[in-house]
């Protein structure tokens, strides 16, 4: 179980990257400019979908050209918009809206995203749930309960929690993979505590030597640091998180 604060300082208010900065996280591929000519176009959290929404099959596409300057620094303002929301919970749900999709357009690099998300050993890393958006982003709000995810980058491993304090919690625990910029899961087994009480444990069956894939529940990264990351999920909802710590259960 995690706890309910977000891993932010107040020095981390300010913009987690410059454009130039941001720039320099690009791979060489990207700044060359010959390269614009080679790339084809580009392609809710309802992860429990079959299928993925439209929106998300775009993205599934080869990436378009780089992000120029002017776009670098809206990210990093966009950023700014994200972390004061998730410090305070205070900034209006449209400019959350506005921030999410200036940074869901901007295609950055995602090779560091993983390791960024996940950590380098186990358990990994927890985050926060702190705003969900349907569709296009033209609706969204703050999360109403503390709901935080750990993804395992070296046990690939998954998590997802519900946490209401002393009522209870209810947790899903399962595998992962990833692969450029998606991370996709299946659940193995799913714990449930009420009050004071042992956990529950149940099993969820299926073949646990196959590798998730797209046909499984899954995210596309758009962006992570070492304080918010910013994801769709495979029925096409947009959600951000920030970092929290781990608690005993």
């Known amino acids: 179980m995690a706890s309910s604060t977000c891993l932010l300082h107040s020095s981390t208010l300010a913009p987690a990257f410059s454009p130039r900065e941001l720039r320099r996280r690009l791979p060489p591929t990207q ?20 299928a993925a929404s439209p929106e998300v099959e775009k993205e599934a596409s080869p990436s378009p050209a780089p992000p120029n300057e002017s776009a670098l620094s809206a990210v990093a303002e966009s950023v700014k918009v994200l972390k004061a929301a998730a410090k305070t919970r205070q900034v209006p749900a449209l400019e959350v809206l506005a ?6 357009k901007a295609k950055l690099d995602t090779s560091a995203f993983f390791e960024t998300l996940g950590g380098t050993e186990s358990p990994g890393r927890t985050w926060m749930l702190i705003f969900t958006a349907k569709g296009k982003l033209e609706k969204g709000s703050y999360f109403p309960v503390t709901a935080v995810q750990r993804f395992d980058a070296a046990g690939q491993r998954i998590e997802n929690g519900v ?9 899903f ?22 009050g004071p009480l042992g956990p529950l444990e149940i099993g969820l069956g ?10 499984d529940p899954f995210f596309l990264w758009f962006y992570v640091d070492e304080e918010i990351a910013v994801a769709q999920g495979k029925g ?12 005993p259960a």
């Open 31 to 50: 700044l060359d400019p010959r390269s614009i000519h080679r790339r084809a176009p580009g392609v809710s959290l309802a992860a429990s979908s079959s």
């Open 99 to 104: 921030a999410l999709a200036t940074i869901k």
């Open 163 to 171: 946490y209401l304090g002393p009522v209870g919690s209810l947790t």
């Open 173 to 194: 625990e399962g595998r992962l993979s990833w692969k450029k910029k998606m991370l996709a899961f299946v659940f193995e087994r799913v714990r449930v505590k009420v």
């Open 206 to 215: 299926g073949d646990a030597s196959r590798e998730p894939s797209t046909k």
């Open 236 to 247: 096409g909802g947009t959600a951000f998180w920030c970092r929290c710590k781990r608690v």
